[in-house]
């Protein structure tokens, strides 16, 4: 028997570099399509221009067994081939979308590698079914914290904070109430699907990006306001067919 809740498995700890230097830390996870398979991040954990981060490759944990969870190896994935990304992002009628999919050639994958990845049917469908201030988990690695011994992520509890299937100010996103931190963008927002798939039952709503907050509030004087972006999983769909 799994030794672990499978959506543990479906994240991924993404770590970025500039040759050899390590530039960040960041979450993701595994999307598969007609058999192809995808890391899916946020666009700005692969480049982000404002803030001089430019890494030309990432290294991706992956555990090799699923009885015993301390046996893990690394991928090394190249961002740039030829002198062009090889990643795949998106723009819709709010702008660019902070997403980003990459597809792993599986040859390239550690030997035992244990891959749970989301599919088309795992990303929410009716509406209705997620109401404001339905509760919701985003999994993933907050300031590069996890549980080393297993190299397994940490879940945060959060609220669906805005109208779902609403594009937030006109953005492909929608809003989270939660507690998070620098080095979870990129992490899957999840709700249980116990009538799902019993291999990973669980609904893929959305993939958190950042904290948003009023430019307007003082600090020291106004608390942050607590809420963050997800951009709604459908985006998937442009991204890996």
């Not at 595994?30 to 946020?42: A, C, G, I, K, N």
């Not at 006109?170 to 709700?191: C, E, I, K, N």
């Amino acid at each position: 028997m799994p030794a672990v809740e499978p959506l543990l498995l479906a994240a991924a700890r993404i770590s970025t570099f500039d040759g050899d230097r390590i530039a960040t830390g960041a979450s993701g996870f595994f999307f598969e399509h007609d058999e192809r398979l995808f890391l899916v991040t946020s666009r700005h954990v692969l480049v982000d221009a404002p803030t001089g981060h430019h890494p030309n490759r990432i290294e991706v944990m992956l555990h090799t067994s699923e009885t015993n969870l301390t046996e893990s190896a690394t991928m090394s994935l190249w961002l740039y081939e030829g002198g062009k990304s090889v990643w795949r992002q998106a723009q819709d009628s709010g702008g660019e979308v902070d997403v980003a999919a990459l597809e792993i050639d599986r040859s390239v994958l550690p030997a035992n590698a244990i891959v749970r990845p989301f599919k088309f049917s795992h990303v929410q469908g009716p509406l209705a079914e997620v109401g404001i201030g339905r509760p919701v988990l985003v999994v993933g690695f907050p300031l590069g914290f996890y549980d080393t011994l297993h190299n397994l992520p940490v879940a945060r509890h959060a609220a669906i904070a805005s109208a779902f299937g609403v594009r937030f100010q006109g953005q492909g996103y929608f809003l989270t109430d939660a507690r998070m931190h620098r080095g979870a963008s990129g992490a899957p927002v999840v709700m249980q699907d116990p009538g799902g798939d019993p291999a990973l039952p669980w609904k893929l709503l959305g993939i958190h990006s950042a904290g948003l907050d009023m430019r307007t509030r003082e600090a020291g004087v106004d608390e942050s306001l607590g809420l963050n972006c997800a951009w709604y999983a459908d985006i998937l769909r442009a991204l890996t067919q």
